[in-house]
């Protein structure tokens, strides 16, 4: 199983709700990625799990919070969303620093539409 | 953070071999060299990686610079399938730290 897989594909929410993007792998990997991407752009890091440890937050808004209940699961939770915050949120995993390839393997992507 | 620079956007013809640039001047001796690429509505994917020799896989080959400080994903056989963004990018071997430039948005004309 070489899968990352992300739930919703699509999620339109206002601004005052509270809603998860969820994202799952069983490859045993030890790092786990969230990225957002806009239209035409490439895809920009916001947090990076090593270990279930919160390794990397580059400045992301806080009503953006990241979770990693174990190293199988990372969620992304949203509250209070401006509508500029609509995007493709991609999430990533790979083994881990110094092992492997460092190759990092993609969901699909959650669409995230804030009205 | 070390840098790469890639043209914006490339163009080729299908079946022909395709050579995409990337220059990291800036790169240092524990930088390895990843290429991913991004199909039409879809995640990321991993093409190939190298140090400092060339490489080759089912998908694709790296050629390496001999100071590190350009490289060139070269595929063989162009198909419609190809046309998708390509990134190059620095990763350090002892961290999770991984960034994406602009990458070269390659169109493949029948």
């Known amino acids: 199983d070489t899968e990352v897989t992300q739930t919703p594909k699509h999620l339109v929410m206002g601004m005052t709700n509270k809603k998860s993007l969820k994202c799952e792998q069983h490859?045993?990997?030890?790092?786990m990625y969230w990225y957002k991407q806009k239209a035409k752009k490439p895809p920009e890091l916001m947090f990076v799990?090593?270990?279930?440890?919160?390794?990397i937050n580059e400045s992301v808004p806080s009503r953006f919070s990241p979770e990693c209940p174990n190293s199988s699961l990372l969620n992304l939770h949203l509250h209070a969303l401006q509508p500029e915050d609509s995007a493709l949120y991609l999430c990533?995993?790979?083994?881990?620093?110094?092992?492997?390839?460092?190759?990092?393997?993609f969901g699909e992507g959650s669409r995230l539409t804030v009205l | 953070d070390a840098k790469t620079t890639q043209p914006n956007s490339m163009e080729s013809n299908e079946e022909e071999p395709v050579h995409l640039p990337c220059n990291h001047s800036?790169?240092?001796?524990?930088?390895?060299i990843h290429w991913y690429r991004q199909l039409p509505s879809q995640g990321p994917e991993y093409v190939i990686h190298?140090?400092?020799s060339n490489v080759n896989n089912r998908m694709a080959s790296l050629a390496i610079a001999e100071d590190r400080k350009s490289s060139t994903l070269i595929l063989h056989r162009a198909t419609l399938r190809d046309a998708a963004v390509y990134y190059c990018?620095?990763?350090?071997?002892?961290?999770?730290?991984?960034?994406f430039g602009a990458g070269t948005r390659l169109t493949v004309k029948p």
């Open positions: 990533a995993s790979s083994q881990g620093y110094g092992l492997g390839t460092g190759e990092l393997f």
């Open positions: 490859m045993g990997h030890r790092a």
């Open positions: 799990y090593s270990y279930e440890k919160l390794s």
């Open positions: 800036t790169i240092s001796g524990t930088d390895y």
């Open positions: 190298g140090l400092t």
């Open positions: 990018i620095l990763k350090q071997y002892n961290n999770n730290d991984m960034r």
